[in-house]
């Protein structure tokens, strides 16, 4: 029997028309195979302009399990990640991003871990990104562990495994690239116990990373240090959970 009983997945996606085909499919077929798992797939257009709209509404005609959620207009990374948390339904909540980027089949990494936590965070064993994101991320990572005092491998890889009862009254105070501090930050004051388990990173197949601009990483800086004032004052709530598991 498959841990949760019942699943939201979804996936934010700007211009990904060929990439989110593949793979929603391969999530729907892949949760189908969990006897006794109800789940759904909610597909977060996040104002796109290449036909993910229009793919993403024959997919919802195809497979009774999927939903398009549309943004009529990009509110990015952050504002398409609040939609799919408001959007879920299940249990448990899923999310990875829309560019194939990840293997959805390793959830099965993730499973056997959710009943012990209320959230299960996949880390990247490798990423497979250009050399500019790669110093990208290791900068916004080593600023995060100052300011903030989180402790993750790698806070915001795409891979994660919630409960829905504790997002469900949260509401989105950043946007962009701040979103996964944000959670963070407030699952921690919850006493959020997690863990963490590597999972496969595999190179983009088709479309454009549009994270690793100048203009998205200038953005993300000036949201880091603007978010950080915001929530200065709960500091102390902040970092590492009382409950969380030893760092792997």
Same mark, same amino acid.
């Given at each position: 029997?498959?841990?949760?009983?019942?699943?939201?997945?979804?996936?934010?996606?700007?211009?990904?028309?060929?990439?989110?085909?593949?793979?929603?499919?391969?999530?729907?077929?892949?949760?189908?195979?969990?006897?006794?798992?109800?789940?759904?797939?909610?597909?977060?257009?996040?104002?796109?302009?290449?036909?993910?709209?229009?793919?993403?509404?024959?997919?919802?005609?195809?497979?009774?399990?999927?939903?398009?959620?549309?943004?009529?207009?990009?509110?990015?990374?952050?504002?398409?990640?609040?939609?799919?948390?408001?959007?879920?339904?299940?249990?448990?909540?899923?999310?990875?991003?829309?560019?194939?980027?990840?293997?959805?089949?390793?959830?099965?990494?993730?499973?056997?871990?959710?009943?012990?936590?209320?959230?299960?965070?996949?880390?990247?064993?490798?990423?497979?990104?250009?050399?500019?994101?790669?110093?990208?991320?290791?900068?916004? =990572?080593? #600023?995060?562990? /100052? %300011?903030?005092? @989180? &402790?993750?491998?790698?806070?915001?890889?795409?891979?994660?495994?919630? +409960? *829905?009862?504790?997002?469900?009254?949260?509401?989105?105070?950043?946007?962009?690239?701040?979103?996964?501090?944000?959670?963070?930050?407030?699952?921690?004051?919850?006493?959020?116990?997690?863990?963490?388990?590597?999972?496969?990173?595999?190179?983009?197949?088709?479309?454009?990373?549009?994270? =690793?601009? #100048?203009?998205? /990483? %200038?953005?993300? @800086? &000036?949201?880091?240090?603007?978010?950080?004032?915001?929530?200065?004052? +709960? *500091?102390?709530?902040?970092?590492?959970?009382?409950?969380?598991?030893?760092?792997?």
């Amino acid at each position: 029997m498959p841990v949760p009983r019942s699943l939201s997945v979804f996936f934010p996606a700007h211009n990904e028309v060929d990439n989110i085909g593949p793979l929603t499919e391969k999530t729907v077929r892949f949760l189908r195979g969990k006897p006794g798992l109800t789940f759904e797939v909610i597909i977060v257009n996040d104002g796109s302009t290449d036909g993910t709209r229009e793919r993403a509404d024959e997919l919802a005609r195809a497979y009774p399990e999927v939903r398009a959620v549309h943004h009529d207009v990009n509110k990015g990374y952050g504002g398409a990640v609040w939609t799919g948390i408001r959007e879920s339904r299940h249990e448990a909540v899923f999310f990875t991003d829309g560019d194939g980027q990840f293997d959805v089949t390793e959830l099965d990494l993730l499973f056997p871990h959710y009943g012990q936590y209320d959230a299960v965070f996949g880390y990247r064993i490798k990423r497979a990104d250009p050399l500019h994101r790669l110093l990208f991320a290791k900068a916004w =990572g080593l #600023l995060i562990r /100052i %300011l903030f005092g @989180f &402790r993750l491998r790698d806070l915001d890889c795409a891979f994660k495994l919630i +409960r *829905r009862d504790l997002l469900a009254d949260l509401f989105q105070e950043t946007a962009g690239a701040m979103v996964t501090v944000e959670l963070l930050a407030k699952l921690t004051r919850k006493g959020l116990s997690y863990t963490e388990v590597g999972v496969h990173h595999y190179p983009r197949r088709a479309g454009v990373q549009s994270g =690793g601009s #100048l203009k998205v /990483i %200038l953005r993300a @800086f &000036r949201e880091l240090f603007k978010t950080y004032w915001k929530l200065r004052g +709960r *500091r102390p709530a902040l970092g590492r959970g009382k409950n969380q598991s030893p760092k792997p």
